[in-house]
């Protein structure tokens, strides 16, 4: 039994995560979406807010489940009994910051190792920051959100399509 943990801030969760989920559910037997609390990072949305919206459009993957730490990555995986951790990789931006995440976790708990999966082409440049900074404009985000979503990003950003 291979399972794999997909950590993340999801603020909120976009298209893009989907993308990777989607190709991961594929790879592993069960893999644990995992969002971060990172209340430091100010997210738009409170982590049981992130969180049930990550619960709510993965209903359709029956080997997905969700939950949120507060932890080390390593620590929290190793918890799950998972050996693998999911990252998605876009663009050339992605690389630094992800290359210096594995080598340290890999320092910390070297046994884990990270899989990144790239998105579809058309999920390369969308980022949740992106899809906030769009909404929070009025501008349209439904071509980068799921129904969910939309309506969460609606009720704090009324103008946003
Ligand atoms: P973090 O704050 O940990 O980077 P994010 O929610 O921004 O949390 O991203 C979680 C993971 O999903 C990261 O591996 C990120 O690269 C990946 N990801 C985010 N957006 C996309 C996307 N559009 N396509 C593929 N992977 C993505």
């Given at each position: 039994m ?9 603020d ?100 884990v190792?990270?899989v ?46």
């Amino acid at each position: 039994m291979k399972t794999a943990v997909y950590p993340g801030s999801f603020d909120p969760i976009t298209n893009g995560h989907l993308d990777i989920i989607e190709r991961a559910v594929r790879l592993f037997d069960k893999v644990i979406v995992a969002v971060a609390r990172r209340e430091e990072k100010r997210p738009l949305f409170s982590v049981t807010e992130r969180e049930q919206l990550v619960r709510q459009v993965v209903t359709c993957f029956p080997n997905v489940e969700v939950t949120s730490f507060s932890d080390l990555l390593v620590d929290f995986a190793r918890r799950m009994n998972a050996d693998i951790v999911i990252r998605g990789l876009r663009a050339v931006l992605d690389f630094d910051y992800e290359f210096q995440m594995v080598l340290l976790n890999r320092k910390l708990a070297p046994t884990v190792d990270t899989v990144f999966l790239l998105p579809s082409e058309k999920y390369f440049y969308l980022s949740s920051s992106m899809v906030k900074e769009i909404a929070a404009l009025g501008g349209a985000v439904s071509c980068f959100v799921p129904p969910a979503v939309l309506a969460a990003l609606k009720s704090r950003y009324p103008v946003c399509q």
